[in-house]
C-alpha cells in the first residue's frame, strides 16, 4: 500500500511524461484496496491529480495507451470537471481540440460493432460527456453539429444505434434537465435550435423503422422518438408515417413495451380540435390491436401475478396509454356507436388493470377514474350544492345519453372500490405481515394520501348513482354475513368504503342505509367466534359509526346505544380495540356534544351525569394515555352546556378522582417533601397533569376554575423538582440527568408548562394571564431557567412565553428585557455550540424571538446595542442552520424585522449597521447546497433590501462617510451595485466581473417583479456553479393547484371528512 501511494504522487507532477502504469496501480488501489488506509490514499492522490488545472491534457494518452477500463472512467471524468465547470475559460482552440478528440473516438468506438457491444458503459459515459459540450458550443460554436451526426449516423448501423443515444441524452438535457443547470437564455436558444433541426432527426428516425431489421437499432430508436415526441412540431407525428409505424410495430414482442411508450406520448397530446380525426383513428386501431396482443376477457390480475418482468411493464405502459388518452380524448369517442363501443372495450381492459396488485398500477388507475368520476359529475350533476342531501320536488329527470353510457363501467368500478378500498386514519387494529391482529404502530403516508382519493371518487360515484352505490356495498355484506366471500381483507374494504361516503346522499336513505349496516356488523359481531373476529369487526362498527355524526345527531337513542359500545370495547383488552373505542368516543363528543348535555325525551337526566356517576367503573381497564382521550371527549362535552353553574358543576365531578389524588399528594408533601421524590407518586402527579391538559384542551376558558385550584400548588412543585434536578446535575454525574427518577421529574416539568400553555392558548381572557398567570410563574419558571445549568433547562418555558407573547401581544411590553435577560444569552450559549445539541431549544427559542418581534418590537429599541447585536446575531446563526426548519424560522424572522424596522423610526441606525453584513450573509446562504430548500425566502429578502436604497424611509448613506465622504456616490443604489459586484467578484472569482455587473444590474431592473428577481437568481447560481435545480418553487406551485382543487371539492355534499365539518348547534340539535 505505501508503494503505491509514494510512487502515486510521482503521478501530480506535469513536467515529466505521465507515467500510465503508476496511474493504473493507483487506480485499482482505489477500486480494489483490502483496507480504508490504502484508498483513502489512493482517492487523495487520484482527487489531486483531478483538480490540477492541467489534468484534462492528459486524458488522450491516457484513454488511447491503458487497457485499464477503470483508468478510462477517472480520465472521462477528469475531462467531465473541466467541461462542466471550466469549459469557458479554456481558448478556443483548446475547445476545438476537446471536441474534435471526442467526436472522433466516438465515431472509432460506434463504428465497429464487437467493440461497440464490449465497451458500451464507456461509449455510453462518452456519449454524456460529448452532450455535455454541445450543451456550451451547439449551435453558436458548432452549427453543425445536428447534420454532422446524422450523416455519420448513415455509415453504419452501431453508428446509427450511438447518434441515436446521443440525440436522446441531447433532448433530456434541454428539456428535462436543464432547470438550474442552464440559463433560461440558454435554455430557450436550445429549445429553439432542436426544434428548428428536427426535421434532419426524424427523417433519420422514420428510415431506420422502416428499412432497419436490426431489433437494437430500432429499439434504440424507438426510445430516442420517445424523448422528443412530447414536444416536436405537430406535423412530424400526424403528417408522416410515424403514427402508422408505431401501431404496426406494437403487436411484436420486441418492441411492444417502447412503441407503447411513444403512443401513449402521442395520446396524452392536449393540441386543440385540429387532429381530432388522427386521435380517434390511433385509437381505434390500438384497441383492435389490442385484443390481439391480449384477448377481451383475460384475467389481467393472474397474468401480471404470473407473467415476466416484460409482460409486468406492458400492463403498466397500457395503463399509461388508457389513462392518458382518455383524459385528453375521451370526448371523441362519445360520438358515433362504433366509438362508444370502442371506448367501453377500453375502459374494460382499465378495471381489470385497476384490479392488479401493484401499489404504483393502482395509483394510475385511480387517478384517472377520479379525473373521469368528477369530469362526469360536473357535467351530469350541474346542481347548487345546497341542493344535495335534501331531496329534490317532483320526479327526477332522465338520465342523460352520457350518463347512460357510462352507467355499466361506473358500476363495475363503484365494486371495484368497494373492494380495493385504501385504510384511513382512523383505523388503528390492522392485521401484521404474520397473520396476527395488532395494534398499527406507525402510519403509511401513501396508504393515506390513497384513501382520500378513493374516498374522493367513491362520493363523486356515490352522487352519480345512490341506488347503486347502496346496493353494492349491501350486497358485499350480505355475502360477509352468509360467509361465502368472508376474510378481514374484505371485510374492511367494505366497511372503509362504507364510512367513506357519508354526507352524500340525502339523510332519509343514508338512515335507513346505515341502520341496515350497523345492524348486519352487529349481528356478524354476535355470531363470529374468535378475538381476533371480534376485533377486527368492532374496530370496524367503531369507524363506520365514527364517520356518520349527522346520523348519531339525529337518532338519540341509536347515539346512547352506541356510546354504551364503545365502553363495552373499552374494557376488551385485545391490542387496539380499547385505543379505537377512546378515540372514535372523542370523535363523537365533538360532533354530538350538545346532545350529551341536554335532557333528551324519555331521560330523567343529561347524559353527562350518567356518566359521571360512572366513570371510575368505565375507565378502570384504560391506561393512561386512554384516560386522557377519555377525559378529553367529556370535557368536550361539558364545554357544550351553556348554563355556567350547571357546567362547573360537571367540571368538579369530572375532575374529582385526579384532584383527590392531588390533594393528597400535596398535603403528604406539607409533612415532608421527600415523598414527591417517590417514582410511584412522581408517576402519578405526571399523569394527574396530563389529565388536566387533556380537559382543559377540550374546556378553554371554563376551564379556569379548575387551573385555579391547584395552579399554586403546581408551581411549587415545579420549583422542588427544579432544585432537585439541578441539585443532581451539578454534581458532574455523566449519567445522573438520565436515571428514571430525573426523568420523570422532568417530565412533571414539563406537564407543568404544557398544562399553563394549553391554557394560555385557550383562554380568551388575556387580562387573567398577564395580569394573573404570569407575575407569579415569572420566578420559578423563568428565574429557574436562567440558574439552571444547560442540561437542565426545559424547552417548554420558551415555548410558554412564546405563547404568552402571541396571546397577550403588547400588554407585557415592560417584561421584555426581564425575559431577555433570562433567556437569551443563556439559551444562545447552548444552541449555538453546533448544529446538532438541544434541537428543541433552537426552535422554541427563535418561536420566542419570532413572537416578541411581532408583538414587543418597540421592546427592542429599549434594548442596549450589545443586546440588539445579540438579536441580529442570533438570527443570522439560525439561517445558517442545516436544519431546515431553523433555517426558514430564521429567514422568516429576519424579513419581518427588516419590514418592522423599515416602518419605525430607527429605519437609519438599524441600516447603517446590519444592511451590507445582512445582504453578504444571505448571498452566502443562497450560494450554498445546503441551504437552496430556503431559496424563495433568500429571494424575498435580497428583493427587500435592493428596493430599500429607493426607499424613501432610508435617508442616509449605507457607506462609511467617515472614509469614503458623503458624495463618494450619488445614493444609495448607485452604492450598493458597486458594493455588491465587488462583494460576489471576490467571492466567485470563476465568474468575470462583466457577467457579475450584468446580474447585479438586472437584479436592480426587475426588483420590483419577485418572479423576474428569482430567475435572475437562479440564472447565477447556474453560472456560479454552486448548486442544480431548486425544486421548491415546484413543491409550491403543485401545493397551491391541490389547495385550489381542495376548495372547489369541498362545496360538494359528502367530500369533506364528517369529522371535520363544522355545523352549527341549531342543525346539530334540529
Known amino acids: 500500500m505505501a ?89 478556443v482552440e483548446q475547445r476545438d481540440g476537446i471536441k474534435n478528440f471526442l467526436s472522433n473516438l466516438t465515431i472509432k468506438l460506434a463504428a465497429h460493432e464487437p467493440t461497440f457491444r464490449r465497451e458500451k458503459s464507456f461509449v455510453n459515459k462518452l456519449n454524456v460527456i460529448l452532450v455535455q459540450v454541445v450543451k456550451h458550443e451547439w449551435p453558436q460554436n458548432w452549427p453543425r453539429f445536428i447534420p454532422d451526426l446524422t450523416g455519420a449516423a448513415k455509415s453504419s448501423e452501431t453508428m446509427c444505434e450511438n447518434c441515436m443515444n446521443i440525440l436522446k441524452l441531447l433532448s433530456e438535457e434541454v428539456f428535462d434537465f436543464s432547470r438550474g443547470e442552464l440559463t433560461q437564455a440558454k435554455t430557450r436558444d436550445l429549445k429553439s435550435s432542436l426544434n428548428n433541426e428536427f426535421g434532419l432527426i426524424h427523417e433519420l428516425g422514420e428510415y431506420v423503422l422502416l428499412h432497419s431489421q436490426k431489433p437494437a437499432l430500432i429499439r434504440t430508436t424507438l426510445q430516442t422518438l420517445h424523448a422528443y415526441l412530447s414536444w416536436v412540431p405537430l406535423g412530424y407525428i400526424f403528417e408522416s408515417s410515424l403514427v402508422e409505424t408505431l401501431l404496426k410495430l406494437f403487436p411484436t414482442v420486441e418492441f411492444r413495451n417502447v412503441a407503447l411508450q411513444c403512443l401513449t406520448e402521442v395520446a396524452s397530446l392536449n393540441i386543440g380540435q385540429f387532429y381530432d380525426a388522427h386521435f380517434t383513428e390511433l385509437y381505434t386501431i390500438f384497441i383492435t390491436r389490442l385484443q390481439m396482443v391480449m384477448p377481451r376477457g383475460t384475467s389481467i390480475p393472474e397474468s401480471y401475478a404470473n407473467g415476466s418482468d416484460e409482460d409486468q411493464e406492458f400492463l403498466q405502459n397500457l395503463a399509461l396509454f388508457l389513462t392518458g388518452y382518455f383524459k385528453t380524448h375521451i370526448g371523441l369517442l362519445e360520438t358515433t356507436q362504433d366509438h362508444k363501443a370502442a371506448l367501453l372495450i377500453g375502459l374494460e381492459y382499465l378495471l381489470g388493470i385497476s384490479y392488479v396488485e401493484d401499489t404504483e398500477v393502482l395509483k394510475v388507475c385511480m387517478d384517472y377514474w377520479n379525473h373521469l368520476v368528477c369530469d362526469l359529475f360536473q357535467s351530469e350533476c350541474n346542481v347548487e350544492p345546497q341542493a344535495f342531501g335534501f331531496g329534490r320536488l317532483g320526479s327526477a329527470p332522465p338520465p342523460s345519453p352520457r350518463k347512460t353510457l357510462y352507467q355499466m363501467p361506473l358500476s363495475k368500478l363503484r365494486l371495484l372500490m368497494v373492494s380495493r378500498m385504501a385504510k384511513p386514519e ?288 403546581m408551581l411549587n412543585v415545579y420549583r422542588l423538582y427544579s432544585e432537585f434536578i439541578s441539585a443532581v446535575v451539578a454534581e458532574g454525574n455523566p449519567f445522573a440527568a438520565r436515571t428514571t427518577q430525573v426523568k420523570l421529574m422532568r417530565q412533571v416539568k414539563r406537564e407543568c408548562l404544557r398544562l399553563i400553555e394549553t391554557f394560555v392558548e385557550k383562554t380568551d381572557d388575556p387580562v387573567l394571564v398577564s395580569q394573573q398567570l404570569v407575575p407569579v410563574m415569572m420566578d420559578p419558571i423563568l428565574g429557574d431557567y436562567a440558574r439552571n445549568l444547560p442540561d437542565a433547562r426545559d424547552a417548554e418555558v420558551l415555548s410558554l412565553f412564546a405563547a404568552i407573547f402571541n396571546k397577550v401581544q403588547d400588554a407585557l411590553l415592560d417584561e421584555v428585557p426581564r425575559v431577555f435577560d433570562a433567556v437569551f444569552e443563556c439559551t444562545l450559549q447552548m444552541i449555538t455550540r453546533n448544529f446538532e445539541d438541544y434541537p428543541e431549544h433552537r426552535l422554541q427559542f427563535f418561536a420566542l424571538l419570532r413572537a416578541i418581534t411581532n408583538h414587543c418590537f418597540r421592546a427592542l429599541f429599549a434594548l442596549s446595542p450589545q443586546n440588539l447585536k445579540l438579536i441580529i446575531d442570533s438570527v443570522i446563526w439560525a439561517f445558517r442552520h442545516t436544519e431546515r426548519n431553523v433555517a426558514e424560522m430564521g429567514l422568516n424572522l429576519l424579513l419581518e424585522m427588516l419590514q418592522a424596522f423599515q416602518k419605525s423610526e430607527f429605519c437609519n441606525q438599524f441600516h447603517q449597521t446590519y444592511f451590507l453584513n445582512l445582504m453578504q450573509e444571505i448571498f452566502a446562504v443562497l450560494t450554498d447546497i445546503f441551504h437552496k430548500p430556503g431559496f424563495k425566502l433568500h429571494a424575498l429578502i435580497l428583493q427587500h433590501l435592493f428596493e430599500l436604497t429607493v426607499s424613501p424611509c432610508l435617508t442616509v448613506p449605507l457607506w462609511d462617510v467617515a472614509a469614503l465622504g458623503p458624495t463618494a456616490f450619488a445614493n444609495n443604489a448607485v452604492f450598493l451595485r458597486h458594493h455588491t459586484i465587488q462583494l460576489l467578484t471576490s467571492s466567485f472569482p470563476n465568474m468575470s466581473q462583466i457577467q457579475i455587473a450584468a446580474f447585479v444590474d438586472g437584479l436592480f431592473e426587475c426588483k420590483a417583479d419577485i418572479s423576474a428577481f428569482k430567475g435572475k437568481l437562479r440564472d447565477f447560481l447556474v453560472q456560479s456553479k454552486e448548486f442544480s435545480a431548486n425544486e421548491v418553487e415546484t413543491f409550491e406551485e403543485t401545493q397551491t393547484k391541490k389547495d385550489q382543487h381542495l376548495a372547489s371539492v369541498m362545496t360538494i355534499p359528502g367530500m369533506m371528512n364528517p369529522n371535520l365539518v363544522t355545523l352549527p348547534d341549531e342543525m346539530a340539535d334540529s
Not at 17 to 28: E, I, K, Q
Open 3 to 91: 508503494g503505491v501511494v509514494v510512487g502515486g504522487e510521482k503521478l501530480l507532477d506535469f513536467s515529466v511524461p505521465l507515467d500510465l502504469p503508476l496511474l493504473d496501480a493507483t487506480v485499482n488501489s482505489f477500486y480494489c484496496a483490502t483496507t480504508s488506509e490504502e484508498r483513502n490514499a489512493a482517492e487523495k492522490i487520484l482527487q489531486l491529480f483531478q483538480d490540477h488545472p492541467d489534468s484534462w491534457t492528459r486524458v488522450d494518452g491516457i484513454i488511447e495507451q491503458t487497457q485499464n477500463l477503470n483508468s478510462k472512467f477517472f480520465a472521462l471524468r477528469v475531462l467531465e470537471s473541466v467541461i462542466r465547470y471550466r469549459w469557458s475559460a479554456l481558448p
Open 426 to 713: 382512523e383505523v388503528i387494529v390492522v392485521e401484521d405481515e404474520n397473520g396476527q391482529i395488532v395494534r398499527e404502530v406507525m402510519k403509511d403516508s401513501d396508504v393515506l394520501a390513497q384513501y382520500k382519493q378513493m374516498r374522493e371518487t367513491l362520493v363523486y360515484l356515490s352522487h352519480l348513482d345512490h341506488d347503486d352505490t347502496q346496493n353494492q356495498m349491501l350486497e358485499k355484506l350480505a355475502l360477509q354475513l352468509n360467509g361465502k366471500e368472508y376474510s378481514w381483507q374484505t371485510l374492511n374494504s367494505l366497511c372503509w368504503a362504507i364510512g367513506s361516503i357519508s354526507g352524500s346522499m340525502m339523510e332519509d336513505m343514508e338512515n335507513k342505509f346505515l341502520v341496515t349496516v350497523i345492524r348486519d356488523l352487529l349481528n356478524l359481531c354476535e355470531f363470529t367466534r374468535g378475538k381476533d373476529h371480534k376485533a377486527i369487526i368492532a374496530s370496524n362498527i367503531m369507524y363506520v359509526v365514527g364517520q356518520y355524526p349527522r346520523f348519531l345527531r339525529a337518532h338519540w337513542k341509536f347515539l346512547k346505544t352506541v356510546v354504551n359500545k364503545l365502553f363495552e370495547f373499552m374494557h376488551e383488552v385485545h391490542p387496539g380495540v380499547q385505543d379505537m373505542a377512546c378515540d372514535t368516543f372523542l370523535k363523537i363528543a365533538r360532533k354530538c356534544k350538545r346532545k350529551f348535555v341536554i335532557q333528551q325525551l324519555h331521560e330523567s337526566e343529561p347524559f353527562v351525569c350518567e356518566l359521571l356517576r360512572t366513570l371510575t367503573d368505565t375507565i378502570k381497564d384504560l391506561e393512561p394515555h386512554q384516560i386522557h382521550i377519555f377525559y378529553e371527549a367529556v370535557g368536550e362535552m361539558i364545554h357544550a352546556e351553556t348554563e355556567p353553574q350547571r357546567r362547573e358543576e360537571y367540571i368538579t365531578k369530572l375532575m374529582e378522582p385526579p384532584n383527590t389524588t392531588w390533594y393528597q399528594i400535596i398535603n403528604q408533601a406539607r409533612t415532608g417533601s421527600e415523598v414527591l421524590r417517590e417514582q410511584a407518586i412522581v408517576r402519578n402527579i405526571a399523569n394527574i397533569l396530563q389529565t388536566n391538559v387533556a380537559v382543559c384542551q377540550a374546556l378553554g376558558q371554563p376551564f379556569q376554575t379548575q387551573i385555579s385550584l391547584i395552579y399554586a400548588d
